[in-house]
């Protein structure tokens, strides 16, 4: 499918097919759902109403979808390195010798194979939607370049025949350069699919293929799908929870970054919810499963992505939806011409001359590039500026936003833990012993302790005893004494006398001394980035609200929110209530952009009418994305609002002038002011006409390099 009217025809032959109540296309990933009578229902009527559409379709238990996508994309990839491999010299050739006969052959050459070899995607298309009564832009492209291409090999053995030195102009150099145009444009938009795709096969490569059954004391390796809700699994250190569960046995920490995007590990007890896709970093447990593989969090992610990135997508570009009219128009258009001149003086070469002009001088060509030249202009100047931007639909849609919803967690923060404040209760500490203690630990914690005291310690010491307690903290014995390093439940309450009951609630708090006795405390916070507070102002100057959307603890984020002039909070969001979050506010009539770094982010993304990534965020954020920032500073997005608000001014203007030219020229083209003035447009005036459309979008589109 090459545009929504594709879509659309898919959707109706499919709905109309025997049992099928329900047909749904998702354009964004090519995919049919259907909801159907069991008993009145067969898959090969299906097939064969969608085939006598123009299209086919495959099951997807007998191939790999991505790697289907993959092939689109290279195939159309190969067609489009063809064309422009032909059309430039063909262009090179018609600029300079355009009535030179040895030249016309030499473009009849080139022109050949770019029209049926790279051009044939649009004559079958065209085909199709004649058959169908559905045209669109194909059918437009389809017939400019066919009737400029025989005309032209008509007009070359006329030449070839005449002794003549001026020779009639041949139109073989637009018939292949509109080819060559419109391919480009589909392939940017073919690689942007497959890109989404392939980041949602990596999203759920996540999911364990296997799980340790455990039944009668008994532990058997099994593949997810055979497992079922109530079954007990094992989960070893260092592995991915494969299903969603409840812990039952033992105590661990786990990672939860990719759902909450937060870099404090969890401490998990039983009774406690782990999700698929998440890492067990502690010691092993035994989970009850409570989500069949196809119902976790991490499956209902992926699906939601692409539900999100298919209602997303628009209904069909301007350029389709004046064709839907512009097209049979045109066609109506060249026909009467015909048929005017053959009533007014019976002159068949005056009759095809005008209809040939006609066509030309509607060719779609300043229609298509009117997008994709502004947009390659536009990314020019955002990549200068760190902004990478997919689409012209992001830059429009960017410019109406009024509702900014950002991530925490290394988006307005740098996403890593660090000491903000150390407080003694003793005079002599004993650090190299705190050292010494986290340098065994492999938590983020620990890290930023070993980091902190690094040039305050000399040599590390030596114990004789050393525990780590996952979820809790480091226990030691060094000369006979017993020290602690972690949480106040590593201590006996009589330590906690005369310290201030509201120290937690300014961040994570490690203590350390001996378990009666605390020698002092350390509070941890995630470093603000230092433009987050201006980009934060510069929002609310330009009427743009925010909120902080986070999986993060209450009391962090409102320290961090309150710290950046932020009023709106929402905090320990799972991903899917972030993208509830949005769809509320749409619903309200809001225009939201999603600012966001994990792909914990990538579902309310996806729903976000614009999507936003950190350069240094995962790859299937940045893929859904709309836009990435390379270099993580959030005053770019200042930047790309700005330019979207020119991008979409200047993508306009060439829409307006390109449709504008068509509707001013055409009725010159087909003779109508013929009988005033007995003048009748050249064809090639009518393709030089054309060109200068062309030209006069793309130097307008090269405004947007400043």
Request: charged share 15%; aromatic share 10%; proline share 4%.
């Amino acid at each position: 499918m090459s545009c929504a009217a594709c879509a659309s025809s898919v959707e109706s032959m499919a709905a109309s097919t025997n049992g099928v109540k329900e047909a749904r296309v998702n354009f964004a990933t090519h995919q049919l759902w259907i909801t159907y009578d069991t008993y009145k229902f067969s898959p090969d009527e299906l097939k064969k109403n969608i085939q006598a559409a123009g299209y086919d379709i495959i099951w997807s238990e007998q191939a790999d979808p991505f790697d289907i996508r993959r092939q689109e994309y290279v195939k159309l990839l190969h067609q489009t390195l063809v064309a422009f491999a032909l059309a430039i010299p063909l262009m090179i050739v018609g600029m300079l010798w355009m009535h030179e006969h040895w030249a016309q052959w030499i473009s009849a050459l080139l022109a050949t194979p770019l029209v049926f070899y790279s051009g044939r995607v649009f004559h079958l298309k065209s085909f199709k939607g004649l058959k169908t009564l559905t045209l669109g832009m194909d059918v437009l492209v389809s017939m400019s370049s066919l009737v400029a291409y025989f005309y032209s090999v008509i007009v070359l053995f006329i030449n070839f025949q005449s002794n003549s030195h001026h020779s009639v102009h041949v139109y073989f150099e637009p018939a292949g350069m509109i080819i060559a145009f419109i391919l480009l444009g589909k392939t940017l938009e073919e690689r942007a699919r497959y890109k989404a795709s392939v980041s949602l096969r990596n999203l759920m490569q996540l999911q364990e293929p296997y799980a340790m059954l455990v039944k009668d004391n008994i532990h058997e390796r099994v593949p997810v799908s055979l497992i079922n809700c109530g079954d007990k699994i094992l989960v070893p250190k260092g592995t991915n929870f494969p299903l969603d569960g409840v812990i039952t046995e033992g105590v661990t920490t786990v990672d939860e970054s990719m759902i909450t995007g937060e870099f404090m590990p969890l401490d998990k007890k039983p009774g406690d919810r782990v999700f698929a896709g998440t890492r067990n970093q502690g010691s092993s447990v035994i989970i009850e499963v409570v989500h069949l593989v196809n119902e976790t969090l991490l499956a209902v992610m992926v699906q939601r992505i692409q539900e999100a990135q298919g209602s997303k997508a628009p209904a069909q570009q301007l350029a389709d939806k004046v064709s839907a009219v512009f097209v049979p128009i045109i066609l109506l258009i060249a026909i009467f011409t015909w048929i005017g001149w053959m009533l007014w003086n019976g002159s068949f070469e005056n009759a095809i001359y005008s209809m040939v002009a006609v066509l030309i001088i509607s060719c779609p060509c300043a229609m298509g590039l009117a997008t994709p030249v502004a947009i390659v202009a536009a990314i020019g100047n955002a990549s200068r500026h760190g902004i990478l931007v997919k689409n012209a639909a992001a830059f429009d849609r960017l410019s109406k936003v009024n509702y900014f919803v950002i991530d925490k967690t290394g988006t307005l923060t740098w996403g890593k833990p660090q000491v903000a404040e150390v407080i003694w209760k003793v005079d002599k500490p004993a650090l190299e012993i705190l050292y010494s203690m986290e340098l065994h630990a492999d938590h983020p914690l620990a890290r930023a302790i070993v980091s902190y005291f690094k040039s305050s310690v000399s040599h590390p010491v030596t114990f004789s005893e050393l525990t780590i307690i996952p979820g809790e903290g480091i226990t030691s014995v060094y000369n006979g004494i017993t020290y602690v390093a972690g949480k106040s439940t590593l201590f006996q309450p009589d330590a906690f006398q005369n310290i201030h009951s509201e120290i937690e609630k300014k961040g994570t708090v490690v203590y350390f001394g001996v378990p009666q006795r605390i020698f002092g405390w350390i509070i941890f916070e995630d470093q603000v980035k230092p433009e987050a507070r201006e980009f934060i102002e510069q929002l609310h100057r330009k009427q743009i609200k925010v909120i902080m959307a986070t999986g993060d603890q209450e009391i962090t984020a409102r320290n961090i929110a309150q710290r950046l002039g932020i009023h709106q909070v929402y905090a320990g969001l799972l991903p899917n209530e972030k993208a509830t979050l949005i769809q509320s506010l749409q619903k309200q009539g809001a225009k939201v952009a999603m600012v966001g770094d994990g792909i914990n982010d990538a579902e309310s993304m996806a729903r976000a009418d614009v999507s936003i990534a950190m350069g240094n965020g995962s790859d299937v954020a940045q893929d859904v994305a709309d836009i990435t920032l390379i270099k993580n500073d959030l005053m770019k997005i200042v930047k790309a609002i700005d330019l979207s608000k020119k991008t979409t001014r200047i993508i306009r203007q060439n829409l307006f002038w390109a449709f504008g030219y068509n509707v001013a020229s055409i009725p010159i083209a087909a003779g109508m002011f013929y009988p005033f003035t007995g003048w009748q447009l050249n064809p090639m005036i009518a393709a030089a006409a054309m060109a200068f459309s062309s030209i006069s979008v793309v130097l307008n589109s090269l405004r947007l390099r400043s």
